[in-house]
């Protein structure tokens, strides 16, 4: 016999809307990382990042794009740690 889940459909739904919540996040985390410029001394300057020159000081944009991709990944780490306490407390 089959064993039913008891979990209430609303914690289905959240858990659902979570996990869709996780996935969208970590794309575009990946995509803003990957948009953000070389500081040079790491692996950047082995793949020709070093050859730019630097202006000494971040852009309007640059600036912009680190605060973008701290309340991502403010919202990536909420998801995760939402995601375990729900698998933790309800199921």
């Known amino acids: 016999m089959p ?7 609303s914690v289905n739904a959240v858990k ?3 996990q869709i919540l996780l996935v ?16 040079g001394g790491g692996l950047s300057d082995m793949f020709g990042g ?4 630097s202006l000494g000081g971040s852009t309007v944009a640059e600036r ?9 990944g403010i919202i990536w780490f909420v998801t995760v740690v939402g995601l375990g306490l729900l698998a933790r407390f309800a199921g």
């Open 24 to 39: 969208l996040s970590n794309l575009f985390l990946i995509l803003l990382i990957l948009m953000h410029k070389g500081k």
């Open 3 to 9: 064993t039913r889940d008891r979990t209430p459909p």
């Open 64 to 72: 912009n794009l680190d605060r973008f991709t701290i309340a991502i």
């Open 50 to 53: 070093g050859m730019s020159s």
């Open 16 to 18: 659902l809307g979570l």
